[in-house]
Nanobody, 122 residues
Framework: QVQLEESGGGLVQAGGSLRLSCSASGRTFSSYAMAWFRQAPGKEREFVAAISWGGSSTFYDDSVKGRFTIARDNAKNTGSLQMNSLKPEDTAVYYC???????????????WGQGTQVTVSS
């Protein structure tokens, strides 16, 4: 089992930045790929970014490429999502998740955090 907990969400104006953190406990976090997903009201959960277990490979949805950066620190069992140039359409609950492979499909992920709200005002 891997327990995940997100933090760092909040309210920010368009064009601003936020940094989300994902703290992991339980089984060896470094054995798992990590991803961020988000879900806006009335919409399905969607892929944002993923990173391989060692951090050497990263993947982004086109909507966030160039604005968001995913990273991890296996020594500290943490992951992060740096979000810059935020837009109102980035408003959603953001979830971190862990799986054996850094896939874009949410059904591939076995472990999920509770989520953190990000609200971007125009």
């Amino acid at each position: 089992q891997v327990q995940l907990e997100e933090s760092g969400g909040g309210l920010v104006q368009a064009g601003g930045s936020l940094r989300l953190s994902c703290s992991a406990s339980g089984r060896t976090f470094s054995s798992y790929a990590m991803a961020w997903f988000r879900q806006a009201p009335g919409k399905e959960r969607e892929f944002v970014a993923a990173i391989s277990w060692g951090g050497s490979s990263t993947f982004y949805d086109d909507s966030v490429k160039g604005r968001f950066t995913i990273a991890r620190d296996n020594a500290k069992n943490t992951g992060s999502l740096q979000m810059n140039s935020l837009k109102p359409e980035d408003t959603a609950v953001y979830y971190c998740a862990a799986a054996l492979h850094p896939l874009r499909q949410d059904y591939a992920y076995d472990y999920w955090g509770q989520g953190t709200q990000v609200t971007v005002s125009s």
